[in-house]
Protein backbone atom coordinates (compact mmCIF):
# COMPACT_ATOMS: atom_id res chain seq x y z
CA UNK A 1 0.00 0.00 0.00
CA UNK A 2 2.82 2.67 0.87
CA UNK A 3 4.65 1.90 -2.44
CA UNK A 4 1.07 2.13 -4.44
CA UNK A 5 1.03 5.52 -2.71
CA UNK A 6 4.11 6.62 -3.37
CA UNK A 7 3.74 5.79 -7.15
CA UNK A 8 0.92 7.69 -7.47
CA UNK A 9 1.84 10.37 -5.21
CA UNK A 10 5.10 10.42 -7.83
CA UNK A 11 3.25 10.84 -10.39
CA UNK A 12 1.26 13.37 -8.86
CA UNK A 13 4.33 15.20 -9.12
CA UNK A 14 5.18 14.76 -12.36
CA UNK A 15 1.62 15.88 -13.69
CA UNK A 16 1.11 18.99 -11.84
CA UNK A 17 4.99 20.15 -11.10
CA UNK A 18 5.00 20.90 -7.85
CA UNK A 19 8.30 21.36 -7.04
CA UNK A 20 12.09 21.54 -9.34
CA UNK A 21 13.24 18.88 -7.63
CA UNK A 22 9.77 16.62 -8.77
CA UNK A 23 10.72 17.54 -12.84
CA UNK A 24 10.46 14.45 -14.89
CA UNK A 25 13.30 12.51 -16.43
CA UNK A 26 12.89 14.00 -20.03
CA UNK A 27 10.71 16.67 -21.23
CA UNK A 28 9.88 17.53 -24.90
CA UNK A 29 6.94 18.79 -27.24
CA UNK A 30 4.86 16.28 -28.30
CA UNK A 31 4.60 16.32 -31.98
CA UNK A 32 2.85 13.10 -32.88
CA UNK A 33 -0.35 13.18 -30.59
CA UNK A 34 -3.29 14.34 -32.39
CA UNK A 35 -5.37 16.33 -29.97
CA UNK A 36 -8.94 17.33 -30.38
CA UNK A 37 -11.63 19.37 -28.51
CA UNK A 38 -15.85 19.45 -28.63
CA UNK A 39 -18.48 21.32 -27.07
CA UNK A 40 -21.72 19.65 -25.99
CA UNK A 41 -24.50 22.36 -24.12
CA UNK A 42 -27.11 20.63 -21.45
CA UNK A 43 -29.23 23.36 -20.64
CA UNK A 44 -30.42 21.55 -17.25
CA UNK A 45 -28.06 23.38 -15.22
CA UNK A 46 -29.42 22.81 -11.51
CA UNK A 47 -28.69 26.48 -10.65
CA UNK A 48 -30.71 27.07 -13.77
CA UNK A 49 -27.96 27.88 -15.97
CA UNK A 50 -26.53 25.81 -18.69
CA UNK A 51 -23.97 23.42 -17.92
CA UNK A 52 -21.70 22.40 -20.74
CA UNK A 53 -19.36 19.49 -20.94
CA UNK A 54 -15.72 20.19 -22.54
CA UNK A 55 -14.50 16.99 -24.03
CA UNK A 56 -10.68 16.43 -25.24
CA UNK A 57 -9.88 13.51 -27.23
CA UNK A 58 -6.23 12.15 -28.24
CA UNK A 59 -5.22 10.19 -31.00
CA UNK A 60 -2.46 8.11 -31.96
CA UNK A 61 -1.07 8.04 -28.40
CA UNK A 62 1.72 5.95 -27.43
CA UNK A 63 2.16 4.06 -24.02
CA UNK A 64 0.00 6.76 -21.90
CA UNK A 65 0.28 5.65 -18.37
CA UNK A 66 -0.84 9.12 -17.13
CA UNK A 67 -1.97 12.81 -18.28
CA UNK A 68 -2.74 16.59 -16.84
CA UNK A 69 -5.28 18.58 -18.90
CA UNK A 70 -4.91 22.09 -18.55
CA UNK A 71 -8.21 24.58 -20.07
CA UNK A 72 -8.52 28.15 -19.96
CA UNK A 73 -11.80 29.48 -19.55
CA UNK A 74 -13.57 32.67 -18.18
CA UNK A 75 -13.90 32.17 -14.32
CA UNK A 76 -16.05 34.86 -14.27
CA UNK A 77 -18.67 33.27 -16.21
CA UNK A 78 -18.01 29.83 -15.65
CA UNK A 79 -17.44 27.22 -12.29
CA UNK A 80 -15.96 24.14 -12.72
CA UNK A 81 -18.43 20.86 -12.09
CA UNK A 82 -16.93 17.76 -12.05
CA UNK A 83 -14.64 15.89 -14.45
CA UNK A 84 -15.01 12.61 -16.10
CA UNK A 85 -12.24 10.90 -17.15
CA UNK A 86 -12.18 8.32 -20.23
CA UNK A 87 -9.68 5.69 -18.74
CA UNK A 88 -9.32 3.92 -15.92
CA UNK A 89 -7.27 4.83 -12.65
CA UNK A 90 -7.15 7.20 -9.99
CA UNK A 91 -8.17 10.69 -10.74
CA UNK A 92 -7.76 14.32 -9.63
CA UNK A 93 -10.01 17.74 -10.06
CA UNK A 94 -11.16 19.51 -11.60
CA UNK A 95 -8.30 22.19 -9.97
CA UNK A 96 -9.53 26.03 -10.43
CA UNK A 97 -6.38 27.86 -10.27
CA UNK A 98 -7.44 31.74 -11.35
CA UNK A 99 -8.15 31.13 -15.21
CA UNK A 100 -7.43 27.56 -15.39
CA UNK A 101 -9.28 24.48 -14.75
CA UNK A 102 -6.88 20.98 -14.68
CA UNK A 103 -7.45 18.00 -14.09
CA UNK A 104 -5.48 14.62 -13.91
CA UNK A 105 -5.44 10.82 -14.06
CA UNK A 106 -2.98 7.92 -13.51
CA UNK A 107 -2.99 3.89 -14.05
CA UNK A 108 -1.77 2.16 -10.77
CA UNK A 109 0.05 -0.57 -10.71
CA UNK A 110 3.09 -2.01 -12.54
CA UNK A 111 0.78 -1.98 -16.35
CA UNK A 112 1.03 -0.89 -19.96
CA UNK A 113 -0.27 2.44 -21.31
CA UNK A 114 -2.97 2.76 -23.41
CA UNK A 115 -2.19 3.15 -27.35
CA UNK A 116 -4.16 4.22 -30.14
CA UNK A 117 -7.12 6.68 -29.83
CA UNK A 118 -8.93 7.38 -26.44
CA UNK A 119 -10.82 10.00 -24.50
CA UNK A 120 -9.36 11.30 -22.03
CA UNK A 121 -11.63 13.81 -19.96
CA UNK A 122 -14.63 15.72 -19.89
CA UNK A 123 -14.82 18.86 -18.23
CA UNK A 124 -18.21 19.93 -16.81
CA UNK A 125 -18.86 23.32 -16.26
CA UNK A 126 -21.33 25.86 -14.88
CA UNK A 127 -22.60 28.63 -16.77
CA UNK A 128 -22.39 31.54 -14.03
CA UNK A 129 -23.64 34.63 -16.44
CA UNK A 130 -25.60 34.72 -19.60
CA UNK A 131 -22.61 35.99 -21.56
CA UNK A 132 -20.61 33.08 -23.89
CA UNK A 133 -16.76 32.98 -23.37
CA UNK A 134 -13.79 31.04 -25.84
CA UNK A 135 -12.55 27.99 -23.75
CA UNK A 136 -9.12 27.44 -25.02
CA UNK A 137 -6.93 23.89 -24.21
CA UNK A 138 -4.30 25.41 -22.85
CA UNK A 139 -1.71 22.29 -22.02
CA UNK A 140 -1.34 18.90 -22.14
CA UNK A 141 0.98 16.76 -20.67
CA UNK A 142 1.56 12.60 -21.37
CA UNK A 143 3.02 10.17 -19.12
CA UNK A 144 4.06 6.88 -20.47
CA UNK A 145 5.17 3.67 -18.42
CA UNK A 146 8.54 4.27 -17.73
CA UNK A 147 7.57 7.98 -16.21
CA UNK A 148 8.88 9.57 -18.88
CA UNK A 149 6.83 13.10 -19.62
CA UNK A 150 6.08 15.27 -23.14
CA UNK A 151 4.33 18.31 -23.00
CA UNK A 152 1.67 19.11 -25.59
CA UNK A 153 1.01 23.14 -26.45
CA UNK A 154 -1.92 23.21 -28.71
CA UNK A 155 -2.31 25.96 -31.01
CA UNK A 156 -5.10 27.99 -31.65
CA UNK A 157 -7.69 24.89 -30.35
CA UNK A 158 -10.63 26.60 -28.45
CA UNK A 159 -14.16 26.91 -29.18
CA UNK A 160 -17.05 28.84 -27.97
CA UNK A 161 -18.87 28.31 -24.75
CA UNK A 162 -22.48 28.79 -25.30
CA UNK A 163 -24.37 31.87 -23.24
CA UNK A 164 -27.62 31.80 -21.83
CA UNK A 165 -30.19 34.51 -22.50
CA UNK A 166 -31.99 34.09 -19.12
CA UNK A 167 -28.75 34.61 -17.31
CA UNK A 168 -27.74 37.58 -19.04
CA UNK A 169 -27.65 40.81 -16.58
CA UNK A 170 -28.41 44.13 -18.19
CA UNK A 171 -29.92 46.74 -16.02
CA UNK A 172 -31.90 48.65 -18.52
CA UNK A 173 -33.47 46.09 -21.24
CA UNK A 174 -36.29 45.02 -18.52
CA UNK A 175 -39.18 46.00 -20.35
CA UNK A 176 -37.97 46.80 -24.15
CA UNK A 177 -39.41 46.06 -27.04
CA UNK A 178 -36.00 44.31 -28.06
CA UNK A 179 -35.52 42.84 -24.23
CA UNK A 180 -35.37 39.17 -25.38
CA UNK A 181 -33.75 40.04 -28.90
CA UNK A 182 -30.99 41.68 -26.72
CA UNK A 183 -30.64 38.98 -24.43
CA UNK A 184 -29.97 36.35 -27.21
CA UNK A 185 -27.91 38.54 -29.31
CA UNK A 186 -25.50 39.03 -26.02
CA UNK A 187 -26.08 35.18 -24.52
CA UNK A 188 -24.66 34.08 -28.77
CA UNK A 189 -21.85 36.90 -28.33
CA UNK A 190 -23.03 39.22 -31.40
CA UNK A 191 -22.89 41.98 -29.05
CA UNK A 192 -22.16 43.19 -25.61
CA UNK A 193 -23.32 45.87 -22.78
CA UNK A 194 -20.80 48.08 -21.77
CA UNK A 195 -18.84 47.92 -18.14
CA UNK A 196 -21.19 49.58 -16.13
CA UNK A 197 -23.94 46.55 -16.93
CA UNK A 198 -26.24 49.15 -18.86
CA UNK A 199 -26.76 47.98 -23.01
CA UNK A 200 -27.99 51.30 -24.00
CA UNK A 201 -30.54 49.82 -26.45
CA UNK A 202 -31.82 53.42 -27.76
CA UNK A 203 -27.92 54.38 -28.58
CA UNK A 204 -26.66 55.12 -31.89
CA UNK A 205 -24.38 52.70 -33.06
CA UNK A 206 -21.40 54.23 -35.22
CA UNK A 207 -19.55 52.99 -38.05
CA UNK A 208 -17.16 50.96 -35.36
CA UNK A 209 -19.82 49.30 -33.72
CA UNK A 210 -21.42 48.32 -36.33
CA UNK A 211 -18.30 46.71 -38.00
CA UNK A 212 -18.01 44.95 -34.67
CA UNK A 213 -21.73 43.74 -34.44
CA UNK A 214 -21.59 42.42 -38.54
CA UNK A 215 -18.38 40.48 -38.03
CA UNK A 216 -19.54 38.77 -35.05
CA UNK A 217 -23.10 37.62 -36.49
CA UNK A 218 -21.94 36.46 -39.20
CA UNK A 219 -18.59 34.94 -37.77
CA UNK A 220 -16.42 36.62 -40.14
CA UNK A 221 -12.76 35.53 -39.49
CA UNK A 222 -10.50 38.07 -38.28
CA UNK A 223 -7.09 38.74 -39.62
CA UNK A 224 -4.53 37.43 -37.76
CA UNK A 225 -2.48 40.97 -37.97
CA UNK A 226 -4.27 44.13 -38.67
CA UNK A 227 -1.60 47.10 -39.69
CA UNK A 228 -2.35 50.08 -41.15
CA UNK A 229 -6.11 50.00 -42.41
CA UNK A 230 -6.28 51.67 -46.30
CA UNK A 231 -8.28 54.47 -45.10
CA UNK A 232 -6.93 58.23 -44.90
CA UNK A 233 -8.44 58.33 -41.70
CA UNK A 234 -7.11 55.20 -40.13
CA UNK A 235 -5.43 57.24 -37.10
CA UNK A 236 -9.02 57.97 -36.18
CA UNK A 237 -10.37 54.44 -35.93
CA UNK A 238 -10.17 52.40 -33.01
CA UNK A 239 -7.40 49.67 -32.37
CA UNK A 240 -10.46 47.70 -30.66
CA UNK A 241 -12.36 47.69 -33.72
CA UNK A 242 -9.37 47.34 -36.44
CA UNK A 243 -9.88 43.64 -36.93
CA UNK A 244 -13.36 43.91 -37.46
CA UNK A 245 -13.16 46.92 -39.90
CA UNK A 246 -10.35 44.91 -41.96
CA UNK A 247 -12.78 42.09 -41.82
CA UNK A 248 -16.02 43.59 -42.89
CA UNK A 249 -13.60 45.22 -45.53
CA UNK A 250 -12.20 42.36 -47.19
CA UNK A 251 -15.68 40.75 -47.66
CA UNK A 252 -16.88 43.42 -49.70
CA UNK A 253 -20.05 44.25 -47.29
CA UNK A 254 -18.74 47.22 -45.73
CA UNK A 255 -16.12 50.30 -47.18
CA UNK A 256 -15.29 53.66 -46.49
CA UNK A 257 -16.23 57.30 -48.55
CA UNK A 258 -15.70 58.30 -51.81
CA UNK A 259 -12.63 60.64 -50.18
CA UNK A 260 -11.14 57.26 -48.81
CA UNK A 261 -12.14 57.89 -45.20
CA UNK A 262 -13.78 55.25 -42.92
CA UNK A 263 -15.74 57.50 -40.38
CA UNK A 264 -15.23 54.92 -37.80
CA UNK A 265 -16.73 57.20 -35.07
CA UNK A 266 -19.54 58.58 -36.99
CA UNK A 267 -23.24 57.31 -36.21
CA UNK A 268 -24.56 54.77 -38.86
CA UNK A 269 -28.08 55.33 -40.78
CA UNK A 270 -30.61 53.27 -42.04
CA UNK A 271 -29.66 53.79 -45.24
CA UNK A 272 -26.13 53.01 -45.05
CA UNK A 273 -26.71 49.82 -43.24
CA UNK A 274 -29.68 49.24 -46.02
CA UNK A 275 -27.11 49.03 -48.44
CA UNK A 276 -24.36 46.78 -46.71
CA UNK A 277 -27.47 43.97 -46.38
CA UNK A 278 -28.20 43.91 -49.84
CA UNK A 279 -24.80 43.66 -50.62
CA UNK A 280 -25.28 40.34 -48.44
CA UNK A 281 -28.35 39.36 -50.01
CA UNK A 282 -26.61 39.83 -53.43
CA UNK A 283 -23.60 37.55 -52.16
CA UNK A 284 -26.03 35.45 -50.66
CA UNK A 285 -27.08 33.99 -53.94
CA UNK A 286 -30.26 32.33 -52.56
CA UNK A 287 -33.58 34.06 -51.32
CA UNK A 288 -31.56 37.26 -51.14
CA UNK A 289 -30.81 37.19 -54.97
CA UNK A 290 -34.18 37.43 -55.99
CA UNK A 291 -35.11 39.85 -53.44
CA UNK A 292 -32.67 42.24 -55.26
CA UNK A 293 -33.23 41.25 -58.84
CA UNK A 294 -36.93 41.47 -57.93
CA UNK A 295 -36.36 45.30 -56.75
CA UNK A 296 -34.10 45.98 -59.56
CA UNK A 297 -36.69 44.80 -61.76
CA UNK A 298 -39.58 47.06 -61.31
CA UNK A 299 -40.64 46.09 -57.52
CA UNK A 300 -38.45 48.69 -56.55
CA UNK A 301 -40.75 52.22 -56.69
CA UNK A 302 -43.56 49.81 -55.35
CA UNK A 303 -41.74 48.95 -52.55
CA UNK A 304 -40.04 52.23 -51.66
CA UNK A 305 -43.03 54.29 -53.05
CA UNK A 306 -44.70 52.76 -49.79
CA UNK A 307 -43.08 55.07 -47.55
CA UNK A 308 -44.40 58.37 -47.06
CA UNK A 309 -40.44 60.24 -46.69
CA UNK A 310 -39.73 57.94 -49.92
CA UNK A 311 -38.14 61.11 -51.52
CA UNK A 312 -35.72 61.43 -48.55
CA UNK A 313 -34.48 57.84 -49.19
CA UNK A 314 -31.29 58.65 -51.33
CA UNK A 315 -30.86 57.28 -54.85
CA UNK A 316 -28.15 55.30 -54.23
CA UNK A 317 -29.98 53.31 -51.51
CA UNK A 318 -33.19 53.26 -53.33
CA UNK A 319 -32.44 49.74 -54.58
CA UNK A 320 -31.11 48.47 -51.23
CA UNK A 321 -33.72 49.64 -49.46
CA UNK A 322 -36.21 47.90 -51.65
CA UNK A 323 -34.34 44.46 -51.43
CA UNK A 324 -34.03 44.33 -47.81
CA UNK A 325 -37.54 45.40 -46.88
CA UNK A 326 -38.95 42.95 -49.49
CA UNK A 327 -36.53 39.91 -47.41
CA UNK A 328 -37.53 41.09 -44.25
CA UNK A 329 -34.68 42.32 -42.76
CA UNK A 330 -35.92 45.63 -42.61
CA UNK A 331 -39.20 47.15 -42.04
CA UNK A 332 -40.11 51.37 -41.31
CA UNK A 333 -40.25 52.80 -38.43
CA UNK A 334 -43.66 54.56 -37.12
CA UNK A 335 -46.03 57.10 -39.17
CA UNK A 336 -45.12 55.12 -42.72
CA UNK A 337 -41.69 56.11 -42.08
CA UNK A 338 -38.36 54.39 -43.36
CA UNK A 339 -36.28 57.30 -41.88
CA UNK A 340 -33.58 56.48 -44.36
CA UNK A 341 -31.65 58.97 -42.72
CA UNK A 342 -31.98 58.69 -39.40
CA UNK A 343 -29.78 57.03 -36.74
CA UNK A 344 -29.79 52.90 -36.03
CA UNK A 345 -30.37 52.28 -32.70
CA UNK A 346 -28.38 49.38 -30.81
CA UNK A 347 -31.67 47.77 -30.49
CA UNK A 348 -32.39 47.92 -34.52
CA UNK A 349 -29.15 46.42 -35.38
CA UNK A 350 -29.60 43.80 -32.98
CA UNK A 351 -32.81 43.09 -34.37
CA UNK A 352 -31.72 43.42 -37.82
CA UNK A 353 -28.38 41.47 -37.38
CA UNK A 354 -30.17 38.36 -35.54
CA UNK A 355 -32.72 38.49 -38.61
CA UNK A 356 -29.31 38.09 -41.18
CA UNK A 357 -27.15 35.31 -39.01
CA UNK A 358 -30.74 33.31 -38.72
CA UNK A 359 -30.96 33.26 -42.45
Known amino acids: MRMLRAGIGLLLLLLFGATAQAAPASQATDESAGLTMSVAADANGSDGGGVTAV ?66 VTIVLRLKQGEPATVRLKQVELVNSELQKKVHLPVDLQLQLPGDPALVRLTDIKGHWAEAAIRQAVAYGRVSGYTDGSFKPQGQVTRAEFAVMLTRALQLPLPSEVGSLDYTDNAAIPNWSKPYVAAVAQSGWMSGYDDGTFRAQQPITRAEIASILARILVTDGGQAGTGTKAAAGGSQAATTGSFADAAQIPVWAREAVAAVVASGLMQGRGGGQFAPLERTTRAEAVIVLGKLAER
Open 55 to 120: RVDAQQLKDLYAYSIVLEVDAQHWEAVRAEHGLEGFAVGPLVKGQTVEAALTKVGKTAGTSGDASL
